[in-house]
Structures are given as structure tokens and as C-alpha cells.
């Protein structure tokens, strides 16, 4: 998904810049469907950006944040774990009312008790590189990162990290109404949002659940309804043109829909709402 719309507040920045100056370790915001919005001091350190250039391992670094964002989203408390890269990982809620709304994450670090990086599956001439990275990334203690957690947990319930979520899912919703408003006459699919808004399909039932309480389809359905009944008080257009207009293009359906929503014909309504 893109996120660059979303404008990070100076205080927001300064919370996610001091826990770093304060842990040395890289912290990053999740939304609610576990999609990065926020981060810093980079998104990858210089081992995780190398070992996932290979297409496999990225997917399994994908798999790992996924069950984790899950698990803590089942918990609603913090996880400390570790990735399959032998990473030390911790994930804590974010919650506003009785709902996650996003998540907040600390991690690429090694704990004190890590192993040496065992290569496993790397081609030998990147072997060297991605050893050394490895060897170069932060070592923790658990009582560290333990601390590091709790504080992660308070950071969790800072209110300008609620704004921030909320501002960041109210764009995405003005952002689905804005697009599915201007392509209605077109083909406003599930494919075609999932498109738009690089969302998977669960990603994209998720946000509309969450944003308008309803489906995709029957979001879409509603909102070529409401279209209808603004072109059939405003306009002198027939009401197969502006089935058309509307993205249905087939008249009797469009009728039964409609019908079926208002409890009135189209022309019935036309008259009910003109002069």
C-alpha cells in the first residue's frame, strides 16, 4: 500500500527518533492489517536488505512478521520473538477503544544469545557479505530487550500515536471514496481496488470492514445507488442512461436493485424528488 500521504507530526518523529538515540534499536508502525506506514532509522538494516534480496527468503520474512502481527493481534499483548533468521523481534499493539488498530515494532537485533549467522541456502559468494552485515547488527541483552518492550508498550499507548493511526486510516478511507467515486461508470471491482490500493484481498474485506461496516461489492453497490438517485433528482437523463452512467448496465437489474434498496421504482422516486 502506499503510504506516502500519511504525514508523520513532529512529535511522532521525535518519539520514534528518541527510542532509537535511547535502545539503538530500529522501531517501525504498522497499520492494522500489519502493512509498515512508519519507521526509523531505516526500514532494513544492511543485513536484512541483503539477505532478502533472494525471493524466497523474503517471502519466509514476510510469513514471520505476518504470524507474529497475529499472534499479538490474537493476545493483545507483546510478543518478543525470534525471526527465522535467528533475529531477536517484539511487537506490541496498538489499541484505541477495544480495537487494534496498528501495531508498533522493535527489532533486527541479536540477543545475547545468538548464534553465528549459519548461511544456510546463501550462495557461497554472498556468504561473506551477509555474514559480516550479521556480525555487525546490535547484540541485546534479554533484560534489555525485555525493558525495550515494556517501554514499547507505553509508546503503544501514546495519544499522538492514536492521531496518527486515525488520520492514517481516515485517508485511506477518503482515498477509497475518492477513487471508487470517480471510476463508478467503469469496472470498480475487487481486482481493480486490490489494484489501486496494493492490497491483498483479505487486506482489502479487512479496511472496507473496518471503514464502512460493509463488503467491497456491496460498498460499490450502494455507492452506484446513491449516484442514481443524485442523477435522478438532478438531471432529465433516461433512466437507462443512467443505469449506464452508474456502472449497471443492464436496465432491469439495475431497477430491481434499485427498487429493492428504496422501495421505489426509479421513476417513481424521479417523480417523488422533482419538481
Given amino acids: 500500500m502506499n503510504t506516502n500521504f500519511v ?55 514476510r510469513e514471520c512478521d505476518k504470524n507474529a502481527i497475529e499472534r499479538c493481534r490474537k493476545t493483545g499483548r507483546a510478543h518478543i520473538y525470534t525471526c527465522h533468521a535467528g533475529l531477536t523481534e517484539c511487537i506490541t499493539p496498538i489499541v484505541i477503544g477495544s480495537n487494534v488498530r496498528g501495531f508498533i515494532a522493535i527489532g533486527q537485533i541479536r540477543g545475547e ?45 501514546y495519544e499522538e500515536l492514536k492521531q496518527f493511526m486515525n488520520d492514517f486510516e481516515s485517508s485511506i478511507e477518503i482515498r477509497i471514496e475518492d477513487w471508487v467515486g470517480k471510476n463508478l461508470q467503469g469496472n470498480v471491482g475487487v481486482e481493480n481496488l486490490c489494484e489501486n490500493f496494493h492490497f491483498s484481498r483479505k487486506e ?12 467491497p461489492a456491496e460498498y460499490v453497490k450502494n455507492k452506484r445507488l446513491e449516484r442514481a438517485c443524485l442523477l435522478l433528482r438532478s438531471t432529465r437523463h433516461s433512466i437507462s442512461k443512467i443505469a449506464e452512467e ?9 431497477s430491481k436493485l434499485f427498487k429493492r434498496k428504496y422501495k421505489v421504482a426509479p421513476r417513481e422516486y424521479r417523480k417523488q424528488n422533482t419538481k
Wanted: charged fraction near 30%; include cysteine.
Fill in 113 to 157: 544469545k545468538a548464534t553465528r549467522f549459519s548461511g544456510v541456502g546463501i550462495e557461497p559468494e554472498k556468504l561473506d557479505k551477509l555474514t559480516d552485515e550479521y556480525d555487525k547488527l546490535p547484540v541485546m541483552t534479554d533484560a534489555k530487550i525485555e525493558a525495550a518492550a515494556h517501554v514499547l508498550e507505553a509508546c503503544a499507548s
Fill in 204 to 215: 482489502l474485506y479487512s479496511v472496507v470492514k473496518r471503514s464502512f461496516n460493509t463488503t
Fill in 7 to 61: 504525514k508523520k507530526t513532529d512529535a511522532l518523529e521525535r518519539l520514534l527518533v528518541d527510542f532509537y538515540t535511547l535502545t539503538n534499536m530500529k522501531i517501525c508502525i504498522y497499520d492494522g492489517d500489519g502493512k509498515e506506514v512508519s519507521f526509523f532509522p531505516e526500514r532494513l538494516s544492511a543485513f536484512c536488505g541483503s539477505y532478502r534480496e533472494d525471493e524466497r527468503i523474503d517471502k519466509k520474512c
Fill in 246 to 254: 452508474c456502472g449497471i448496465g443492464d436496465y432491469n437489474y439495475f
